[in-house]
Nanobody, 115 residues
Framework: QVQLVESGGGLVQAGGSLRLSCAASGSGFSTKPMGWYRQAPGKQREFVASITSRGTTNYKDSVKGRFTISRDNAKNTVYLQMNNLKPEDTGVYLC?????????WGQGTQVTVSS
């Protein structure tokens, strides 16, 4: 059983910042890859950022230089620091991990960026 709970979303103006957190339950967090996805209204879910157990990161091109994914294995938590937010970043942000080829998702946290 894997449970993921996101927090930290909110309403910000363009150019502002937010830090999202994803707390994971269960054992083995430090060995698992983690990722952030988002889903804008009326659109498909898309990849935003990922981090491996070793700390290697990957990002969607449009967020490179603005977003930073990190993890704190002692706290079983992955973060997404989002700077210079744009209205196009608006959406529900979901944390995910993969266990035995199966994807597990959190419930999501809403991020709204106003012009």
């Amino acid at each position: 059983q894997v449970q993921l709970v996101e927090s930290g979303g909110g309403l910000v103006q363009a150019g502002g910042s937010l830090r999202l957190s994803c707390a994971a339950s269960g054992s083995g967090f430090s060995t698992k890859p983690m990722g952030w996805y988002r889903q804008a209204p009326g659109k498909q879910r898309e990849f935003v950022a990922s981090i491996t157990s070793r700390g290697t990161t990957n990002y969607k091109d449009s967020v490179k230089g603005r977003f930073t994914i990190s993890r704190d294995n002692a706290k079983n938590t992955v973060y997404l620091q989002m700077n210079n937010l744009k209205p196009e970043d608006t959406g529900v942000y979901l944390c995910m991990t993969v266990v035995d080829s199966a994807a597990y998702w959190g419930q999501g946290t809403q991020v709204t960026v106003s012009s």
